[in-house]
């Protein structure tokens, strides 16, 4: 799937923003994703995405107001956060199953399932 042309299609008649589609993941990126948090594989969607771009960021004009989609590095920075942060293991499930990519801007994420 083109990634790029795929999201330009949507109907966001509503939103004035526009976005600015990152350079593609390198392999060593895509490889230090996967290692870090013991992956033997992504769903085909994503690595799809990052093989196309690592990362979309949403912008006003040309301000940057948000990310549609994380790059691999805060991919990994957040998921290594929310796996590791003390107050969250007691209050929480567990989030080792999970890969969070992106986030609402009111503090819902989005990620995928990734169990092997």
Known sequence: MEWEEY?????LADIT???????????????????????QELPNELEELYRQTNGIDELL????????????????ETNK???NHPDFKELYMSFDQLLFISD???????AFITLN
Do not use: C, M, T
Not at 68 to 73: C, D, G, T
Not at 104 to 110: E, K, S, V
């Open 61 to 76: 004009g040309v301000r940057k107001i948000g990310e549609l989609i994380w790059s691999i590095n805060r991919v990994i």
């Open 7 to 11: 999201i330009k299609k949507l109907d």
């Open 81 to 83: 956060e929310y796996r």
């Open 104 to 110: 609402a801007g009111n503090g819902d994420l989005f």
């Open 17 to 39: 923003s526009s976005f600015n589609f990152k350079l593609p993941a390198s392999d060593s990126l895509l490889n230090d994703l996967h290692v870090q948090f013991g992956l």
